[in-house]
């Protein structure tokens, strides 16, 4: 028992008068004297009966101090654990408090069991009900399905995975920008920076700079109503389902409250209780006394409401404008050309709205070695990858594609155009909004949509810009591939500047419109090598694959198969006659020419089409020479297989000077072993 100086019983009698009128929620108390002891059931139940509040209050005030220090002084540690949900909320600020207190004339409740000098007592407040056992009980299930939809969410993606290949998917950090909001000054400055820098430098601005300030946690525990910002797939959803995972993982006796709702899935809410326990989770007792004591307390309830696109709903408005459970925390999650509609019902200086930007060159590579163990060196050592890998949901199917390259059920090369058709399919079943879905017929029936955005990536390439002008009709489906943003040019005009996630990706899509208008090719070919369009060659590899019939499909859905196998005809011909150094018109030695071996190779390797490289050996006269080139892992599996096709006649391979990644040397040292050479 505590020894304080202060007789408890006495300090309890002395306000009396005030407590009989001020004592909220006596179940509550009730309920933790009897857990403690100090009351037993009947005497709990002859409390309850009496009428109303203040005889019920008398009683239970009597009972405790009659009964000595001891009981009193638990009532007095009952009061000062519970006080902030059984006496309304205590401002968040001491000096409020300070001055409202001297300002009041009338008994305050917390300044007065504040002032009450406790023992220290380590072992204080941690068995005391905050509120009535139905609401305990409800906040375990809402800890329980918050854990089960976490756990959904991150095993849902499991089966891109092949096999024993399957990882443990969980969060890892993102970087968080508070700074300022999204604009079009990313794309400009894309824009105004490209003719200085090489592909590379360009490409690295995608990655975004490390941020340590804000964190999942962080968010979780600020009381500030949070507008989480990003585009599609870079990890909005993941974050809120790390803060969700964090609050089940809490484990101090607080009682509250925290719901998510995929606003992708909801609509026609009637009323909160609908959207509370319908839409989420139903209490199972006590179903009003839940809901009183959420209304009562909604400083302890925390709204999450992912991908919202407007506040069409009233409940929702209703939520956010905080006409219904006014001190809870909401938090929003929106794709930025989502924002605007949204700044305009949104009361913005309430939000605190933070930017989610992808992941991090450290993030990236910590993810991808994590994944991939062995073929990690392919994705980190490729600068298009590599910086492709900031979008989370790239770095997955990234991962996916070359896990599955080991796996007992493919064994199959991983091309890096295959990864650009698994992120294309992957985006358009996750946003078809469909569980259930054919894929292959949906593609067949937006593949007006997807030409249309193809030949909006192919007008941009030739442009070398990396702003799209999309017509108005554009899907939505097809378009979570962009970010959009919604700029204000006057009062009543916006106008919306479209962009891919990542610049590659317009290639990919660029190259898919070459196939479907062959006769712009050769023209394109021609243009590859001149300075100033020379660019355009980074269509060629995606063209290459996208030409042959391997799975998984796209090209059938959109070009006729007749029409693909026209092309490929004199394709891969064209390509080797126009990159091969010694048969280019352009016969002096440019500081291109001594990739273009490399070049055709990657081609040939993206196209797995074993004729076309015993064509390229033999225009070669089988010989190789790589010298002086510095060959990551891709290329050095690029060679192999170009090598591997030639079944009989020797090769005669240049090394010389030839600086070998560690991992390339594998593949390429495989292929030396079993093939005749030079
Ligand atoms: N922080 C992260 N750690 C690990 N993986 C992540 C992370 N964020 C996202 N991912 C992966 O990327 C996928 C897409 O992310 P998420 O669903 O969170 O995107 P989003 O921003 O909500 O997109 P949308 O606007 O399209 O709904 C996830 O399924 C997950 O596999």
């Known amino acids: 028992m505590a020894s304080t100086t202060q007789s408890a019983v006495e300090y309890v009698r002395r306000a009396r008068r005030h407590l009989v009128n001020t004592l909220k929620n006596h179940s509550v108390i009730l309920e933790n004297l009897n857990q403690q002891g100090v009351l037993g059931d009947e005497e709990v139940c002859i409390i309850q009966a009496e009428g109303n509040d203040y005889d019920k209050n008398r009683k239970l005030i009597d009972s405790v101090t009659d009964k000595g220090e001891k009981a009193s002084y638990e009532f007095l540690k009952i009061i000062d654990m519970t006080r902030k949900r059984t006496h309304g909320r205590t401002s968040l600020l001491p000096e409020k408090q300070t001055v409202a207190s001297a300002e009041s004339k009338t008994f305050d409740l917390h300044h007065w069991i504040s002032c009450f000098p406790f023992k220290e007592d380590a072992q204080m407040g ?3 009900l905050q509120g009535p056992t139905p609401c305990h009980r409800y906040q375990a299930k809402l800890k329980s399905k918050a854990q089960k939809i976490s756990k959904a969410f991150w095993t849902a993606n499991k089966d891109l995975f092949e096999g024993n290949n399957k990882p443990d998917l969980s969060y890892m950090p993102l970087v968080l920008d508070t700074q300022g909001s999204v604009s079009a000054s990313k794309i400009k400055k894309f824009k105004s920076k490209k003719s200085k820098w090489g592909r590379s430098k360009k490409l690295g601005t995608y990655i975004p700079q490390d941020k340590a300030d804000i964190s999942p946690s962080v968010l979780l525990k600020t009381h500030k109503n949070i507008l989480l910002v990003g585009k599609s797939g870079i990890g909005k959803t993941a974050l809120v389902h790390e803060m969700l ?12 409250y925290m719901f998510y709702f995929d606003m992708r899935k909801i ?5 909160l209780e609908e959207l509370l326990f319908n839409e989420f989770s139903e209490p199972d007792e006590g179903k009003d006394e839940v809901l009183q004591d959420i209304k009562n307390n909604s400083d302890n309830v925390t709204l999450i409401f992912d991908g919202i696109t407007d506040l069409s709903s009233p409940v929702v408005q209703k939520l956010v404008d905080k006409d219904l459970l006014k001190d809870s925390k909401v938090v929003l999650t929106c794709r930025p050309a989502d924002e605007d509609h949204l700044e305009e019902d949104l009361p913005s200086e309430d939000f605190l709205r933070v930017e989610v930007k992808g992941f991090s060159e450290q993030t990236i590579k910590t993810y991808i070695s994590a994944m991939l163990r062995e073929g990690k060196e392919r994705v980190l050592s490729n600068v298009e990858l590599l910086t492709l890998c900031h979008v989370p949901m790239y770095a997955l199917m990234v991962a996916a594609c070359f896990s599955s390259e080991t796996s007992e059920n493919f064994q199959k090369p991983c091309c890096i155009t295959d990864i650009y058709i698994n992120i294309f399919r992957f985006c358009l079943k996750r946003n078809s909004n469909t569980k259930y879905i054919d894929l292959d017929t949906f593609i067949k ?8 955005l193809a030949e909006v990536a192919f007008r941009a390439t030739e442009g070398k810009t990396v702003n799209l002008t999309l017509r108005p009709s554009g899907d939505s489906c097809v378009l979570s591939l962009l970010k959009q943003l919604a700029i204000k040019v ?9 962009a891919f996630l990542h610049y590659t990706m317009q290639e990919f899509f660029a190259a898919l419109w070459l196939l479907k208008n062959p006769d712009l090719i050769s023209n394109v070919f021609q243009q590859c090598l001149t300075e ?3 660019h355009m060659k980074h269509l060629i590899p995606y063209m290459c694959r996208l030409l042959t019939e391997e799975s998984p499909s796209l090209m059938e859905y959109l070009i006729p198969a007749e029409e693909l196998k026209n092309t490929s005809n004199w394709f891969f011909k064209k390509v080797i006659s126009t990159f091969l150094p010694s048969l280019c ?3 002096e030695p440019d500081t291109e020419d001594s990739g273009r071996i490399l070049f055709l190779c990657q081609c040939l390797y993206e196209s797995q089409c074993p004729e076309a490289c015993i064509d390229l050996l033999e225009k070669l006269d089988y010989r190789l020479d790589l010298s002086g080139e510095s060959l990551d892992p891709y290329p050095c599996c690029a060679v192999a297989y170009v ?3 030639s079944k009989e006649k020797k090769i005669w391979l240049n090394l010389e000077d030839v600086t070998i990644s560690q991992q390339g040397m594998r593949p390429l040292l495989g292929c030396l072993q079993k093939r005749p050479m030079v």
């Open 490 to 498: 006057a009062l009543t005009k916006r106008i919306t500047t479209c």
């Open 445 to 452: 029936s937006k593949s007006e949509e997807i030409l249309s």
């Open 643 to 645: 090598i591997t096709q």
């Open 532 to 534: 100033e369009k020379k």
């Open 126 to 128: 941690n068995n005391y």
């Open 245 to 256: 995972k964090l609050w089940t993982e809490k484990d101090d006796k607080e009682l509250n």
């Open 267 to 271: 609509s026609n809410i009637k009323s």
């Open 585 to 587: 018109e352009n016969d």
